[in-house]
């Protein structure tokens, strides 16, 4: 059964500008289902996993476009990147928007093509998996996520209330489409074989590794730093690799879309890019099965149940931005003085500062840091501390506490 994606609205407004839309994501988030969905029965479909639709791509791409002429949908389009020029070909010969939709998993020699063969002609757009917005079914817009007064009592207003017990199995459970819709799905049994699924095809296909058992060490050592500064050192020791290897990898799971690197603020740009990241797994449920938490309880429990939080609640609110289309301008930010604060969302030159608590009750000790970004010379709007409380309301000034539920 569909359920609405957010991405819905921006993806209607995309197709009306541009030829070619591209749609990339992670394995099962649900692309093909949203394309499929927004296609109807007015655009041909075919996908490149189909052997014999796979090698008359490949073989003779002109004589594929004339099987499936436009409107068409594509499907896993990085199994055949010779079509690219063909289809830049075909967008340039008609005014039309919109003829070409295609789909494709996050990989560096698909998303190198399609920059290089559609510059202009292509919008590239990411889907993550679903929100939580998309799976209570919200009826209201989930606009990007800002701390505002008006915009976290909509949120209040529009999401069922989260007791602890929802809010775990929600992040155990993660947010891959097919778990989200059927219940009775296994989670082990689904979650093995996406590992499997994920290690023979995308990984494969990226970097070819030769010992999948030490990318596997990999993978799961990954997922027991989520929520943490990334130490590149101590992520190759763990999984007994090199280095290198594991700065090469790391850039897979970035780019295969299983994890995201949230950068730290600094006021001046440049420095972003050589400071240490904070890693996070962008489906919690995946990040509980690498690391071994075999139900909710246990997870609630456990030593790592407040890194799960604030890697769900980065989670959720990266993709009220990307499913609207937006760049998330996600940050966080931490000091000589080790004053930190977990997440900063930088907006029209305004800064807005969260915490992110395992508490249903935090005090104003929770946003002691938040004074530090005075220093940094930039209006800071209104905060936040994310947390287990069930009611909106003011801690400190410009700072609220906000019921996790509105995220």
Known sequence: MYQKRTLE???VRASRQFPVVMVSGARQVGKTTFLRHMAGEDRRYVTLDDPLALQLAQNDPALFMQRFPAPVLIDEIQYAPGLL????????????KGRYWLTGSQQFHLMKGVSESLAGRVAMIDLLGMSRWEIEGCPEPNLPFLPTREEIERRVLAMPALELSGLFQAIWRGCYPALVTIPQIEWDLYYSSYVKTYLQRDVRDLARVGDQAAFLRFLRAAAARTGQLLNVADLARDADIAPNTAKSWLSILETSGIVYLL???FANVTKRFVKTPKLYFLDSGL????TGWSSPETLEAGAMSGAFLETWVLSEILKSWSHNGRRAPLYFYRDHSRREVDLLIVQDGALYPLEIKKSAS???D???SFAALEALGMPVGPGGVVCLAQTHLPLTGNVSIIPVAAI
Request: charged content about 20%; some cysteine; overall charge positive.
């Open 362 to 364: 935090p005090g104003k």
């Open 85 to 96: 020029p063909y289809i830049k070909m075909a967008a340039d010969s008609s005014s039309e």
């Open 9 to 11: 609205t921006f993806f």
């Open 366 to 368: 929770a946003v002691r």
């Open 287 to 290: 990040c509980s099965y690498l």
């Open 263 to 265: 950068p730290p603020y």
